[in-house]
């Protein structure tokens, strides 16, 4: 058919390293535990802005400059984001990559994560820490969505790449990389076991002249 189809949304999803991940994934679960046990400050945000859970966005949203095990995350997740520029072709000659900011999340049963996006950067990402049966995942939104007004709905047949809404399933050791300027959202977990609780890690990567503090 004589179309063009044009401004495409490229999502990046990989395994962050080869072999099994646990024992990595089990000193980041243990370090996670233990920051949000003695983040008094955050669990009180956290019980504001993200009721049942906990994240760190609030009071530790640098921990890949503060930690040797987060630096050691950044230093593996580099690569990949360097690989997702170079594929949506972003000039990075005479630019480098930085991390902006990383924090950790906790969600047991029910606790949702509302739709937002990820400003002052331009690409963002989760690395996912724990995942258990019934984890739920990430959602991402059509960035047109609020223009199509007078569109009818598309067939429930239709190519994942026109439908509003796109579903990635999280799955421990796994990472999935966007562009910051995308909706996304994670629904509530309804079927997880009651003790469980679904971890991830999230991150900004921003850039900068190569040549500042050379």
């Not at 994560?113 to 739920?136: E, K, M």
């Not at 190519?159 to 999935?176: E, I």
């Amino acid at each position: 058919m004589p179309l063009r189809k044009l401004f495409a949304t490229s999502i990046y999803a990989a395994p962050l390293k080869s072999g099994k991940p646990d024992r990595f994934n089990q000193q980041l679960a243990d370090e996670i535990a233990g920051l949000m046990h003695a983040d008094e400050a955050g669990q009180d945000w956290s019980a504001r802005n993200y009721p049942g859970g906990y994240t760190s966005y609030a009071t530790h949203c640098k921990l890949h400059l503060i930690s040797p095990l987060f630096a050691m995350l950044e230093r593996t997740l580099r690569p990949h984001a360097l690989h997702y520029a170079k594929a949506l072709d972003y000039d990075m000659r005479g630019r480098r990559l930085v991390m902006t900011d990383c924090w950790a999340n906790v969600m047991p049963l029910q606790v949702m994560h509302g739709s937002h996006l990820h400003p002052l950067s331009f690409i963002s990402g989760t690395y996912y820490v724990q995942t258990p049966r019934g984890s739920a995942p990430i959602k991402f939104e059509d960035p047109r969505l609020g223009l199509l007004m007078a569109a009818p709905p598309r067939r429930k047949d239709a190519p994942a790449g026109v439908q509003p809404f796109y579903s990635h399933r999280a799955k421990a050791g796994q990472l999935v990389l966007f562009e910051s300027w995308l909706r996304h959202e994670v629904p509530a977990s309804g079927s997880m076991a009651e003790t469980a609780e679904r971890i991830s890690i999230s991150f900004n990567y921003a850039w900068e002249d190569a040549k500042k503090g050379a």
